[in-house]
């Protein structure tokens, strides 16, 4: 193990489009544990939407980021020294450790209740997938559609983001529930990826739709029955005149206002909000962390679907944490397939 090691540290907030000056690139000591500590080496980091409202001077759901922190990132690392009787080394844990190759962290704070997961990889599945179908954004998919949307066989459900991680496991989810799976991405290539790989029922090309609404219309002739909305913005509202009675969106996210984080005049302001009294629809956001304590039971059953592959997904791999920061912008900017990722190690 060497001795030193590098981290992306906060060197100021964000304030619209990424600059690529946000995070400064330091080089520092690799800590020796002390009692009860236990150090990981980052082996993949996620590159998340997330990452743009942490690094917001605006209060979100996590505790504010000060400028000198390591940059807040989740990544599947494993343990190389514990002084923590609960881990040893080799153990693999899913935390928010940052953007740094070792972190020290405190054994007691790798828990569920504390964010973080322990796991052991299954030998017949590549690490990798437990970044994206395996990792947080596809347990989003599954608690948003299982949980959240109550998803049944003949439901109509429509998917924004859907060629992103949690949309394109989200699609996969409904449609092996036996819902009728349409979404919608920006690009003819996503399209086709959604349909002829991945086996959806359409796809909605939002960059080559100029009334979103009634691209819509034209997919779903009987109305939605659930909303899977990853992007928010007006592709919220074009849902929102679609949906049949008695309807439910899920809110994962709304990936295309983060950029607008934090400046009120700039986000978007959602308009056919009576759509939710006169269809008496159901729309419930939800964090993922909060049922990190079901995982025990929902991660066996997901690594059953990638086993038999029922559950498919790809990554976009960057190499190297020195480039984690230049390739941020690509998650706004759609320059990427599936769950974009870092391999750190
Ligand atoms: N609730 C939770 O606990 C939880 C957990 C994880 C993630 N999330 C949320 O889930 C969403 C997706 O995250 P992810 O990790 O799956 O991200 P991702 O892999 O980057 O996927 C997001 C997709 O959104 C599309 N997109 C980006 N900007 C857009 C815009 N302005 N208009 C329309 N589409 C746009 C992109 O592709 P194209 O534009 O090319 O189609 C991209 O494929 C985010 O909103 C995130 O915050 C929620």
Redesign the pocket.
């Known amino acids: 193990m060497t001795d030193t090691q590098h981290a992306w540290i906060i060197n100021h907030y964000a304030e619209g489009e990424l600059k690529g000056t946000e995070l400064e690139w330091v080089e520092r000591p690799v800590p020796e544990p002390a009692e009860g500590e236990v150090l990981v080496k980052t082996l993949l980091l996620t590159l998340?939407?997330?990452n743009r409202v942490w690094l917001s001077e605006e209060e979100d759901y996590l505790p504010q980021l000060q400028i000198g922190d390591v940059m807040r990132g989740l990544v599947v690392g494993r343990v190389e020294a514990s002084r923590h009787p609960g881990f040893a080394v080799g153990d693999h844990v899913f935390a928010a450790l940052g953007w740094q190759e070792y972190a020290l962290v405190q054994g007691d704070e790798l828990s569920p209740a504390k964010g973080a997961v322990r796991f052991t990889p299954h030998p017949d599945i590549p690490l990798d997938a437990y970044v994206s179908a395996l990792g947080?954004?596809g347990w989003?998919a599954y608690v948003g559609m299982k949980l959240i949307g109550q998803i049944k066989a003949g439901d109509q459900v429509l998917v924004?983001?859907a060629?992103?991680?949690?949309?394109m496991m989200a699609c996969q989810i409904a449609r092996a529930a036996g819902a009728r799976v349409v979404g919608i991405?920006?690009?003819a290539g996503?399209c086709e990826l959604l349909v002829t790989e991945l086996g959806m029922d359409g796809c909605i090309d939002?960059k080559a739709s100029p009334d979103l609404a009634e691209a819509i219309a034209g997919q779903f002739p009987d109305g939605v029955d659930v909303f899977f909305d990853?992007?928010g913005?007006p592709?919220l509202d074009a849902a929102l005149e679609n949906m049949n009675i008695g309807g439910r969106l899920v809110i994962?996210?709304?990936?295309?206002q983060y950029q607008n984080y934090g400046d009120r005049e700039a986000l978007y302001g959602v308009k056919n909000t009576f759509m939710l009294a006169s269809k008496r629809l159901r729309m419930e956001g939800?964090?993922?962390?909060d049922y990190l304590d079901r995982l025990e039971k929902i991660l066996p059953e997901m690594e059953q679907w990638c086993l038999d592959g029922s559950l498919r997904y790809q990554n976009t791999e960057v190499q190297g944490l020195e480039n984690a920061q230049d390739a941020l912008p690509r998650?706004?900017s759609?320059d990427?397939v599936?769950?974009?990722v870092v391999r750190v190690a």
């Open positions: 998340d939407p997330s947080l954004t989003t924004s983001g060629v992103g991680a949690t949309g991405a920006g690009g996503k939002y990853n992007v913005g592709m994962s996210g709304a990936i295309s939800f964090l993922v962390l998650l706004f759609g990427h599936g769950k974009l």
